[in-house]
Structure formats: C-alpha cells, structure tokens
C-alpha cells in the first residue's frame, strides 16, 4: 500500500505563492504518475495537474494559466506543487494522488487515481 501526506498548505494574501508537498511511503514502485487536485467548498474537485514518475513529464489544466508548476524529487519520494500568483478563488482543500495508469496524467478521470492523500487547506485572502 501507498500512503501519501501532503503540507505546506496555509494562509496567504492575494497575489503570494505557497508551495505544497506530497510525500509518498509504502510500495510506491508500481507509481506511474502523481497527480494535484483541489477541492473549494460546494464545488466539484478540479484536476489541476500531474507528473510522470519516470521522466518528469507534466500536464496542467488549461485554466491554471501557467500560475502552478509541478515538480519531484524521487530520492525523496515527495512531489511538489510550486503555486503563484494565488487569489481569492485558489481557496481550497489541495490534494495529490497516485495512479499505476498512464492514462491518469491526463486528469480527465480522477478514479483513474487510487490512492489519496488527506489534503492540505490554502486560503487565499483578499
């Protein structure tokens, strides 16, 4: 089994940068992409982007605008999401998972992810 803890979510004023972290254990060989997912109160979880374990390869949804950026230290088995230029909307529970599925890097199926970290809240204030 895979267990996966994210942190650095926090407080931050319009216009900052926060940069989370996902660290994985357990049997993460078979990992083949790490994915970041965000979920705003009453709203539906949004794919924001993922990485390939194997080669640094990264998709971001189109409406981050270039704003957050992926990245991996495998030696550390942890997985970045670099975010700037945050605003108010950016407010949300921050998540990352895993999938063995190629197809995951994706993002348009986020049950092609089955492991699940426990979420780190950013707040974005005005």
């Known amino acids: 089994q895979v267990r996966l803890v994210e942190s650095g979510g926090g407080l931050v004023q319009a216009g900052g940068a926060l940069r989370l972290s996902c660290e994985a254990s357990?049997?993460?060989?078979?990992?083949?992409?790490m994915g970041w997912f965000r979920q705003a109160p009453g709203k539906e979880r949004e794919f924001l982007g993922a990485?390939?374990?194997?080669?640094?390869?990264?998709n971001y949804a189109d409406s981050l605008k270039g704003r957050f950026t992926i990245s991996q230290d495998n030696g550390k088995n942890t997985v970045y999401l670099q975010m700037n230029g945050l605003q108010p909307e950016d407010t949300a529970i921050y998540y990352c998972?895993?999938?063995?599925?190629?197809?995951?890097?994706?993002?348009?199926?986020?049950?092609?992810?089955?492991?699940w970290g426990q979420g780190t809240q950013v707040t974005v204030s005005s």
């Open positions: 357990g049997d993460t060989f078979r990992t083949y992409v």
């Open positions: 998972a895993r999938s063995v599925l190629p197809a995951a890097w994706y993002g348009k199926f986020s049950s092609t992810y089955d492991t």
């Open positions: 990485i390939f374990r194997h080669n640094d390869n990264t």
